[in-house]
């Protein structure tokens, strides 16, 4: 499996913008980059995903180098509640008997009040 | 109902005891999930079921064992584990489309002591 690598930590300061970075320089054509976070206590929690193009939801962006070989996962605006363990996965397209998730050691994100 | 449900939320256990852990979604999803995570460390997969059938097995030893009994319910049954097996353990459930695994959602997972 391709392997990410993300800092172990970063402190963000509450209402500003945060960019999370992730490097996966072994990615192959058909791994999608989905973006995973823990919050404390809780199970991991779905936050984006994508392929080529950069994407947007109610949750945060993703942004996808023209390469592919680094990707960017950005939150807008830092709330207290963001503060995780946030995971960059690479998974294939299509899976024949099932769906592998292998999580990397993601990066902490503090975020000052 | 977007959520999935885990029982109990704790656990402890002898060497010698044998518990169940269980899983539920309502989601109508068919693929279901066992994680293992250890603390300060990334979850593990264990176990895919799809379709209610076993489609992954991550070489777990035999004291762990799977059931899915119906597309809502997967337990995990827990007989002779070690000290080394507390831990964690994360259910997860995603849709299937067309051959394709949709994103995971995970329950709050059950923390198991083994004394």
């Known amino acids: 499996d391709a392997k990410t690598t993300q800092p172990n930590s970063m402190e963000s300061n509450e209402e500003e913008p945060v960019h999370l970075p992730c490097n996966h320089s072994?990615?192959?054509?058909?791994?999608?980059i989905h973006w995973y976070r823990q919050l404390p206590s809780q199970g991991p929690e779905y936050v984006i995903h994508?392929?080529?193009s950069n994407v947007n939801n109610r949750m945060a962006s993703l942004a996808i180098a023209e390469d592919r070989k680094s990707s960017t996962l950005i939150l807008h605006r830092a709330t207290l509640r963001d503060a995780a363990v946030y995971y960059c996965i690479l998974r294939p397209e299509k899976k024949s008997s099932g769906d592998k998730l292998t999580f990397g050691t993601g990066t902490r994100l503090a975020v000052r009040p | 109902d977007t959520e999935v449900t885990q029982t109990p939320k704790h656990l402890v256990m002898g060497m010698t005891n044998k518990k169940s852990l269980k899983c539920e979604q309502h989601?109508?999803?068919?693929?279901m999930y066992w994680y293992k995570q250890k603390a300060k460390k990334p979850p593990e997969l264990m176990f895919v079921?799809?379709?209610?059938?076993?489609?992954i097995n991550e070489s777990v030893p035999s004291r762990f064992s799977p059931e899915c009994p119906n597309s809502s319910l997967l337990n995990l049954h827990l007989h002779a584990l070690q000290p080394e097996d507390s831990a964690l353990y994360l259910c997860?459930?995603?849709?299937?489309?067309?051959?394709?695994?949709?994103?995971?959602?995970f329950g709050p997972g059950t923390r198991l002591t083994v004394l």
């Open positions: 989601m109508g999803h068919r693929a």
């Open positions: 079921y799809s379709y209610e059938k076993l489609s």
């Open positions: 072994t990615i192959s054509g058909t791994d999608y």
């Open positions: 994508g392929l080529t």
């Open positions: 997860a459930s995603s849709r299937i489309q067309r051959g394709t695994y949709n994103e995971q959602f």
